[in-house]
């Protein structure tokens, strides 16, 4: 008889992955959840936790000093934790993703001996700059410049909409990937907080979800970057860019996993407590629709993600159909299900107390952030016109 395949946890060490994680959702981010997110403020400290258990670099090589894990794993961390905290995720997220792995793929080994250690740690919280005030989904008329000047780079833009820019008001964060032209060509640097010339802009109020995640302007006015501290060689960075782009879209994906399961699981609760017409509610059409339609994408979505997870090799660029697919599927479906929670909960739902509420805003942002779902449409059009043959 043929063993069984578990394509969400296709490993014991996949399993014991997403066991850690949710019980460290249950016993510390789920009871910070709503008065972090309330107060727009990061837990660092909880951050920092996920250092500990090897998260921040879950899928940095062993010997560099991470947990030498996979796409499967990243994605595993993230549905786990966004079912809870979908702006802790994101924060996580940013370190892990946008700028750990990116760094850690492309760095070179004086470069990864110098910083893996911080960010793998948690000690110092990092994130990636790309999009700029006037630049978002048009990464290549990024107007932020770099110039060298002897034993050192000037960096002259700004950047918007940087998850992890800053940790409060005052302080940014620690460490960024910074993307800027050098001779008409996009370069990458490692940027330091305490760097001449380098500087945060504003904190980012009022969002309307994933509000325990900072989100910040940065400035960098003549900023000087040591040439140590360029990654690759000069212009080579938008393949960096690019296949760090599939790695982002699929956890931001299994983001989007997280909200919906919960969405799901407080349906489903709630349709058996709650009591009209001397019936529970999940005797009722109405309500069995909202559950039944709601798992039925979740599930969808789900297979989708994991088996584009298994297949992705994080090192190398080349599934851009699918890691697009998966989040242009999977976001809209969150929102979908999230909306079906809030309506089915009805008063409840749209108040904070049964969770939905905050989900349902949280929802909205992947289908923005990493690329909006128009970009994706417009990538997956152009790709499959180009490679018909995926579809056989």
């Not at 001449?196 to 904190?203: D, E, R, T, V």
């Not at 909202?290 to 297979?303: L, N, Q």
């Not at 923005?368 to 152009?382: D, L, P, S, W």
């Amino acid at each position: 008889m043929t063993e069984r395949f578990d394509l969400f946890n296709p490993t014991e060490e996949h399993l014991l992955l997403r066991q850690t994680v949710r019980d460290l959702v249950q016993k510390e981010v789920e009871p910070q959840a709503l008065a972090y997110n309330r107060d727009e403020k990061f837990n660092l400290p909880l951050f920092r936790k996920l250092g500990e258990l090897g998260l921040l670099g879950i899928t940095v090589p062993a010997e560099d000093g991470g947990s030498g894990m996979d796409a499967v794993a990243a994605v595993i961390a993230h549905e786990e934790l966004s079912a809870s905290d979908p702006g802790l995720a994101l924060a996580y997220l940013a370190h892990a993703i946008l700028f750990v792995h990116n760094f850690a793929t492309n760095a070179s080994a004086e470069q990864k001996k110098r910083y893996l250690p911080k960010v793998c740690s948690g000690e110092w919280v990092a994130g990636m700059c790309m999009t700029e005030p006037e630049v978002g989904t048009d990464v290549l008329g990024m107007r932020s410049r770099a110039e060298l000047h002897g034993d050192h780079y000037l960096i002259n833009g700004r950047k918007m909409w940087i998850t992890n820019g800053c940790l409060d008001e005052k302080t940014p964060g620690d460490l960024f990937l910074v993307y800027a032209k050098t001779g008409g060509k996009i370069s990458t640097f490692v940027v330091e907080k305490g760097f001449a010339g380098f500087s945060l802009g504003q904190k980012i109020h009022d969002k309307l979800g994933v509000r325990s995640s900072c989100t910040a302007e940065l400035v960098f006015e003549d900023c000087q970057v040591p040439k140590a501290n360029l990654v690759g060689d000069e212009g080579s960075s938008l393949k960096h860019m690019m296949r760090n782009l599939e790695m982002e879209r699929l956890t931001l994906a299994a983001m989007s996993l997280g909200m919906a399961r919960r969405a799901c699981e407080v349906m489903v609760r709630y349709s058996t407590e709650r009591k009209a017409f001397g019936e529970p509610l999940a005797n009722f059409g109405q309500i069995q629709k909202h559950i039944a339609d709601g798992y039925s994408k979740y599930m969808a979505g789900r297979s989708y993600v994991y088996n584009v997870a298994r297949m992705l090799d994080p090192k190398k660029e080349g599934n851009r159909i699918d890691s697009d697919g998966v989040k242009l599927f999977c976001s809209t479906m969150a929102k979908e299900v999230c909306d079906s929670a809030v309506q089915a909960l009805g008063g409840y739902g749209y108040v904070g107390e049964y969770v939905v509420e905050r989900l349902w805003r949280d929802a909205k942002l992947i289908e923005i952030g990493g690329g909006t779902v128009e970009a994706h449409q417009k990538n997956m059009c152009r790709d499959l016109t180009r490679r018909p043959e995926v579809l056989r």
